[in-house]
């Protein structure tokens, strides 16, 4: 019986040092790759926003809000979507890359390529819209916008 208990206990912990282990890979993930950085922005962002939509207020309110932030309660809530997708030697791999200069250079050049890519992206939609909405002209005599239905 003790055998077994101290078996047991064991194994709690090392699950619980695995835990450790893994969270503690996580938020280093989280902190080379400015994953934390960028959820500080975006909440001096929306407190930036409420600013504007509320000019009466004092500024040192705002100032007050903004130092209540903490990237630490965003990254709480990330470790276990992260664990989630994430194994310990996956993260050992994306922190060994996101600390080599082409991994820094990833996360630097990153914001501009999304946008790029957004650009692009609409710009092939709205091409492809208009490619749509003239082969449906073609083939059933539609016009783009269809026309209002007659009144009766």
């Known amino acids: ?9 064991l194994f709690w912990g090392s699950m619980a040092l695995a835990q450790t282990s893994k969270e503690n890979k996580i938020r280093e993930f989280i902190k080379v790759t400015g994953v934390d950085k960028l ?12 600013k504007e939509n509320y000019k009466n207020i004092p500024t040192e309110f705002w100032d007050e809000c903004k130092k209540e ?19 310990e030697s996956d993260l050992d791999e994306l922190i060994k890359f996101y600390k080599m200069p082409v991994g820094q250079k990833m ?12 650009n692009a992206g609409r710009e092939w939609g709205q091409k492809l819209g208009k490619r749509v909405s003239e082969k449906i002209n073609e083939k059933y005599n539609y016009q783009s916008p269809p026309p209002p239905l007659p009144s009766k």
Request: glycine letters at 4%; zero cysteines; charged letters at 10%.
């Open 39 to 50: 959820g500080q922005q975006g909440a001096n962002q929306m407190i930036d926003m409420f």
């Open 69 to 87: 932030i903490s990237s630490d309660e965003l990254v709480s809530l990330y470790i276990p979507i992260y664990a989630k997708y994430y194994s």
């Open 107 to 118: 996360i630097s050049i990153m914001p501009a390529i999304m946008q790029d890519s957004m």
């Open 1 to 9: 019986m003790t055998k077994n208990i101290i078996i047991l206990i």
